[in-house]
Nanobody, 117 residues
Framework: QVQLVESGGGVVQAGGSLRLSCASS????????VGWYRQAAGEEREMVAR???????DYTDNKEGRFAISKDNGRNIIYLNIKDLKPEDTAVYYC???????????WGQGTQVTVSS
């Protein structure tokens, strides 16, 4: 059973920065994809960023400027750096990891990020 444990969330003022971490119980280099989703209250869960096993990063919409995904294969940790936080970034942020064959998705429990204006 894969466990993903997020940390680093909290309350931050608009314009501030955060680094979210996700520790994996399995070697993250063995996943085809790792990444981050977020879900605001009353909204659907949306992808923020993902990274392939080859290290290519993909971002949705225009998030690449303020969001940066990275990973430390040696420590089995996935990071999401967020800068210039905005109130609309308030959400629960979830770490995920995925195998393609067979198709399996693994999720963390989420970490709350609240941005005050």
């Amino acid at each position: 059973q894969v466990q993903l444990v997020e940390s680093g969330g909290g309350v931050v003022q608009a314009g501030g920065s955060l680094r979210l971490s996700c520790a994996s119980s399995r070697r993250i280099a063995s996943f085809n994809f790792v990444g981050w989703y977020r879900q605001a209250a009353g909204e659907e869960r949306e992808m923020v960023a993902r990274m392939t096993d080859g290290g290519r990063a993909d971002y949705t919409d225009n998030k690449e400027g303020r969001f940066a995904i990275s990973k430390d294969n040696g420590r089995n940790i996935i990071y999401l750096n967020i800068k210039d936080l905005k109130p609309e970034d308030t959400a629960v942020y979830y770490c995920y990891a995925a195998d393609v064959t067979p198709r399996r998705n693994f999720w963390g429990q989420g970490t709350q990020v609240t941005v005050s204006s």
